[in-house]
């Protein structure tokens, strides 16, 4: 980035902090040298707690699922606070405790971007990215029905690990700079392919969706396809605002422009954000689930009442069934 020590660099690195303050929550009073806190609620914070507040509530009723939930949810929030805190630390560092230093606060954000709790914000991003990655080629997964579809995506899961674990060797070594020279390569060959996984998972999930509303709407009209056909389950079902954040984040990385700071704060938090929201969704039980799409059986008994209870009936005679077998993604009709 050539403009590092410019206005422009600075003024993307400001808003990009501010950022943080409303999607996760505003520490205030831990910069140094005191590091006392204390935090405003954020978008993140209120999912957070949202979920752990529905799961705990379930007591009896938790499903075995619930645990992984719980867990998955307390990781994703434990990596996203590691990232905010460090990102906190530094702008502290950049703009309050070292203001003065020689070349202004923009080269010593370059200069100390490898210090040791940046390493921790950077591995922390990594982790998050892998973790979220996969819990979307999970949800495709359900949402299909099929290993067969997650081949490829998996197979570039398994890429961004191994490319992540280099990123970091290189991105976390004394003195690099993740916007020149080799280390600036390595991140945007990451991302790149990172993106790129995150939005064919997201269209194929989008697509799964829009084609099975087209054919509730066609069977069964409006009313069904509604369930199905809803602009806010289709974003957060397929975490089209975390793609679409990639998207910005990686073209503005990719011409070397300085809001690719702002970008890159959007796409972490909305990284994490997202798949709160689906994870929310889920055990709300409002998500795309295992049984949604196949066919469906119901059988229903209506036997006459008895005036006199001490009066026998051959079940078998006097009951009527109703068998409703529908599978609308094969283009059945309902049979009755």
């Known amino acids: 980035m050539s403009d590092g020590d410019g206005i422009s660099f600075q003024t993307t690195a400001y808003i990009g902090t501010n950022l943080n303050d409303v999607l996760y929550g505003e520490f205030s009073g831990i910069y140094p040298p005191s ?26 009723n938790r499903k075995r699922s619930d645990l992984f939930y719980a867990f998955f949810t307390t990781i994703m929030f434990f990596l996203i606070s590691v990232w905010v805190i460090s990102q906190v630390i530094f702008s502290g560092k950049t703009w309050m405790q070292h203001r003065d230093y020689t070349g202004g606060p923009g080269k010593y954000w370059l200069n100390h971007m490898s210090d ?16 979220t990655s996969a819990l979307m080629i999970h949800r495709c997964r359900i949402v299909w029905d099929s290993y067969r579809v997650i081949t490829a995506p998996s197979i570039l899961w398994v890429i961004t690990l191994a490319l992540g674990i280099v990123v970091l060797w290189v991105s976390c070594s004394p003195g690099s700079d993740v916007f020149v020279g080799m280390a600036s390569r390595l991140n945007l060959a990451y991302y790149s392919i990172s993106v790129f996984l995150d939005t064919i998972v997201s269209g194929i999930i989008c697509y799964r969706m829009l084609y099975h509303a087209m054919k509730v709407k066609k069977q069964l009209g409006n009313e069904y396809a509604s369930g199905y056909f809803n602009v806010i389950s289709v974003i957060i079902e397929s975490a089209l605002l975390y793609t679409l954040s990639g998207l910005a984040f990686l073209v503005s990385f990719g011409i070397g422009s300085a809001a690719s700071v702002t970008f890159f704060c959007v796409y972490v938090l909305a990284m994490c954000i997202s798949q709160q929201m689906l994870i929310l969704r889920v055990i709300m039980g409002r998500a795309w689930n295992k049984d949604t799409g196949r066919p469906q059986g119901t059988t229903i008994k209506f036997s006459p009442d008895s005036a006199d209870s001490s009066q026998n009936f051959d079940e078998s005679r006097a009951s009527v069934h109703l068998q409703v077998s529908s599978y609308v993604s094969s283009g059945q009709r309902d049979k009755v």
């Open 116 to 131: 040791w709790y940046n390493d921790f914000g950077a591995t922390s991003v990594i982790a998050l990215q892998l973790a």
């Open 35 to 60: 590091y006392t806190s204390l935090v405003r609620t954020g978008i993140e914070l209120v999912l957070y707690f949202k979920t752990m507040q529905i799961l705990l509530r379930n007591g009896g």
